[in-house]
């Protein structure tokens, strides 16, 4: 009698137990829904219950949907997006999103681009709530950026080796791939930077970060399509994932021993009897200060964030220049009158305004991505419309302003001097460089998470468009210049692309 009184005490105490622990899991989602519920919807039909057919919308109609959004709710309001419902944020409000510490990155990458799965380590380690993100983003502002003088004779070298490697030395016409051709050069310029000027010319390094790359973004829209569960049981026996982390071991074996080398001539230069080698393992071995990371990983995650955006960009720019070719010429005479005064330096392309014009205005029209990346509410916040979001929710800040008259009159028109002239106007000398960021010019992010790496990317976007525009003449290969390739929010310069060269006869 009394163990069966006591067998139901404990039974009871259980089921309590489990009660509790289930309240404290689904309040904070519930009070999250009803939050939500008040924000209002873009793109609400009759009859649409669920957001499947929204979501195939947004994937088809991204901008407009946006816009009719914006102009309907100007105070903010939600879409159905790919992972998960999010909360689009007018872009007067950058400024307010981009500089609050309470917004933070890591969870929406971690929902689009799975960065905390086995075989995404890469991303994790420079995007990711990681010790080794903080180092790497020390890195590129105290060593790299301001290292960028003297990269720049580097990168003029490697532009040179590469691009007249991939697009060749001929005096006649011939076809290229055009993604694949950039593709090619800015992994090399990427790796000297990163890794010094063996490995950059290591075949199979070189195809390793590229697949590592591509398969990374395969991997995780795949995965995306499942719920967080599920997608983490079956990451394990898709094929795609196995290749993943397969190239994760593949890169162990290939840099591990170059690095361990490659520190202990570190150690001779302090020493005083070797140079001092001036890359990226340096630096980030500096940077560590003693501290653990992982050198390899910390390569891989590069090859992410680095590669393909700067190629997508360079890509777009010689596209929109080929459809505009009166440009090529003063910039041809803007490239040479610089580097007859100053050599080859950082400076040198600072004072590259056309060049610098030309590319942020084919950021501004095609940015990689139709909105700056997501950022999740660590507490409940309230936006200076009102608007409340809640502790728990995806938000992401709209760029409609770099399509809009008002800030960009005739901003449909594709115009390499738009930045030029803007920065004559008296105080905007600086405002319109490629690298500055502003909420009316979200290509690099803006605020706390701005693109650390743009002032890299600028360099070699311009660099290697230096050395392209005087030592090729081209034209694109179709009658038509292939338009951008619009999914969602991912706006890519188009694959198919192929471009006609020609080595100018100097
Ligand atoms: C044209 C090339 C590039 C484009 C268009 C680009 C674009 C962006 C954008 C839009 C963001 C997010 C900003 C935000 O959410 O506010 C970002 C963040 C980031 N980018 Fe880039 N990027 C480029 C090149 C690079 C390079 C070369 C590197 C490194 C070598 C790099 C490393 C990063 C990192 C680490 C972050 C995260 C910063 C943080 O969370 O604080 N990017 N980039």
Same mark, same amino acid.
């Given at each position: 009698?009394?163990? &069966?009184?006591?067998?139901?005490?404990?039974?009871?105490?259980?089921?309590?137990?489990?009660?509790? !622990?289930?309240?404290?899991?689904l309040l904070p989602i519930w009070v999250r829904a009803i939050k939500l519920s008040r924000i209002p919807l873009a793109d609400k039909r009759p009859g649409e219950f669920l957001d499947t057919k929204r979501k195939q919308r947004m994937v088809q109609n991204y901008r407009q949907i946006l816009k009719d959004g914006l102009e309907k709710y100007p105070g903010g309001f939600q879409i159905a997006g790919e992972t998960s419902r999010q909360i689009v944020i007018p872009p007067q409000y950058a400024?307010f999103v981009n500089?609050d510490?309470r917004f933070?990155t890591?969870e929406p990458l971690d929902a689009f681009i799975?960065? $905390?799965? !086995?075989?995404?380590?890469?991303?994790?380690?420079?995007?990711?709530?990681?010790?080794?993100?903080?180092?790497?983003?020390?890195? +590129?502002?105290?060593?790299?950026?301001?290292?960028?003088?003297? /990269?720049?004779?580097?990168?003029?070298?490697?532009?040179?080796?590469?691009?007249?490697?991939?697009?060749? @030395?001929?005096?006649?016409?011939?076809? @290229?791939?055009? +993604?694949?051709?950039?593709?090619?050069?800015?992994?090399?310029?990427?790796?000297?930077?990163?890794?010094?000027?063996? /490995?950059?010319?290591?075949?199979?390094?070189?195809?390793?970060?590229?697949?590592?790359?591509?398969?990374?973004?395969?991997?995780a829209r795949?995965l995306r399509r499942y719920p967080e569960v599920i997608a983490?049981?079956?990451?394990?026996?898709?094929?795609?994932?196995?290749?993943?982390?397969?190239?994760?071991?593949?890169?162990?074996?290939? /840099?591990?021993?170059?690095?361990?080398? *490659?520190?202990?001539?570190? =150690?001779?230069?302090?020493?005083?009897?070797?140079?001092?080698?001036?890359?990226?393992?340096?630096?980030?071995?500096?940077?560590?200060?003693?501290?653990?990371?992982?050198?390899?990983?910390?390569?891989?995650?590069?090859?992410?964030?680095?590669?393909? $955006? &700067? &190629?997508?960009?360079? $890509?777009?720019?010689?596209?929109?220049?080929?459809?505009?070719?009166?440009?090529? &010429?003063?910039?041809?005479?803007?490239? =040479?009158?610089?580097?007859?005064?100053?050599?080859?330096?950082?400076?040198?392309?600072?004072? +590259?305004?056309?060049?610098?014009?030309?590319?942020?205005?084919?950021?501004?029209?095609k940015p990689?991505s139709g909105a700056t990346t997501g950022r999740y509410a660590n507490e409940e916040i309230t936006l200076p419309s009102g608007l409340v979001i809640p502790k728990g929710a995806f938000v992401f800040t709209s760029m409609q302003r770099m399509w809009d008259d008002e800030d960009?009159?005739?901003h449909e028109?594709?115009?390499?001097?738009?930045?030029?002239?803007?920065?004559?106007?008296?105080?905007? =000398?600086?405002?319109?460089?490629?690298?500055?960021?502003?909420p009316e010019?979200l290509?690099?992010?803006?605020?706390? *998470?701005?693109?650390?790496?743009?002032?890299?990317?600028?360099?070699?976007?311009?660099?290697?468009?230096?050395?392209?525009?005087?030592?090729?003449? /081209?034209?694109?290969?179709?009658?038509?210049?292939?338009?951008p390739l619009i999914n969602g929010m991912e706006f890519m310069?188009?694959?198919?692309?192929?471009?006609?060269?020609?080595?100018?006869?100097?």
């Amino acid at each position: 009698m009394l163990a &069966t009184k006591y067998q139901d005490s404990v039974f009871a105490s259980i089921l309590i137990g489990l009660i509790i !622990a289930l309240v404290k899991l689904l309040l904070p989602i519930w009070v999250r829904a009803i939050k939500l519920s008040r924000i209002p919807l873009a793109d609400k039909r009759p009859g649409e219950f669920l957001d499947t057919k929204r979501k195939q919308r947004m994937v088809q109609n991204y901008r407009q949907i946006l816009k009719d959004g914006l102009e309907k709710y100007p105070g903010g309001f939600q879409i159905a997006g790919e992972t998960s419902r999010q909360i689009v944020i007018p872009p007067q409000y950058a400024n307010f999103v981009n500089v609050d510490p309470r917004f933070t990155t890591a969870e929406p990458l971690d929902a689009f681009i799975k960065i $905390t799965f !086995a075989g995404f380590e890469g991303s994790n380690s420079i995007l990711g709530h990681t010790k080794s993100k903080d180092m790497f983003l020390t890195m +590129m502002r105290s060593k790299i950026n301001k290292n960028l003088g003297n /990269l720049t004779e580097d990168l003029v070298d490697e532009a040179s080796a590469a691009i007249s490697e991939t697009w060749g @030395l001929e005096n006649e016409w011939h076809e @290229l791939p055009l +993604m694949s051709a950039v593709l090619s050069v800015v992994c090399r310029l990427s790796t000297r930077v990163f890794l010094g000027p063996d /490995l950059c010319k290591n075949p199979d390094w070189l195809q390793l970060v590229v697949r590592y790359a591509i398969n990374t973004f395969v991997c995780a829209r795949t995965l995306r399509r499942y719920p967080e569960v599920i997608a983490r049981i079956i990451q394990c026996f898709l094929k795609d994932c196995r290749v993943l982390r397969n190239q994760v071991a593949t890169a162990r074996r290939l /840099l591990g021993p170059y690095i361990a080398k *490659h520190l202990e001539t570190v =150690e001779s230069a302090r020493r005083g009897i070797a140079d001092m080698p001036r890359d990226g393992i340096v630096w980030m071995h500096e940077t560590a200060n003693g501290q653990p990371y992982d050198p390899v990983i910390i390569q891989l995650g590069v090859s992410v964030t680095a590669i393909h $955006t &700067t &190629t997508d960009l360079l $890509t777009q720019t010689i596209l929109d220049i080929v459809a505009h070719p009166e440009i090529i &010429t003063p910039l041809r005479k803007e490239i =040479e009158q610089v580097v007859a005064e100053d050599g080859w330096r950082n400076m040198t392309l600072q004072k +590259m305004k056309l060049l610098d014009s030309v590319v942020k205005e084919t950021q501004r029209l095609k940015p990689a991505s139709g909105a700056t990346t997501g950022r999740y509410a660590n507490e409940e916040i309230t936006l200076p419309s009102g608007l409340v979001i809640p502790k728990g929710a995806f938000v992401f800040t709209s760029m409609q302003r770099m399509w809009d008259d008002e800030d960009y009159p005739d901003h449909e028109e594709w115009d390499g001097y738009r930045f030029y002239n803007k920065r004559k106007e008296p105080g905007k =000398e600086n405002s319109y460089q490629l690298v500055s960021t502003c909420p009316e010019h979200l290509g690099f992010g803006h605020g706390l *998470h701005a693109c650390p790496g743009r002032f890299l990317a600028a360099a070699e976007v311009k660099v290697a468009l230096s050395y392209i525009l005087m030592n090729y003449d /081209l034209e694109c290969a179709t009658q038509e210049v292939p338009k951008p390739l619009i999914n969602g929010m991912e706006f890519m310069s188009n694959p198919e692309a192929k471009l006609r060269v020609r080595r100018r006869k100097l």
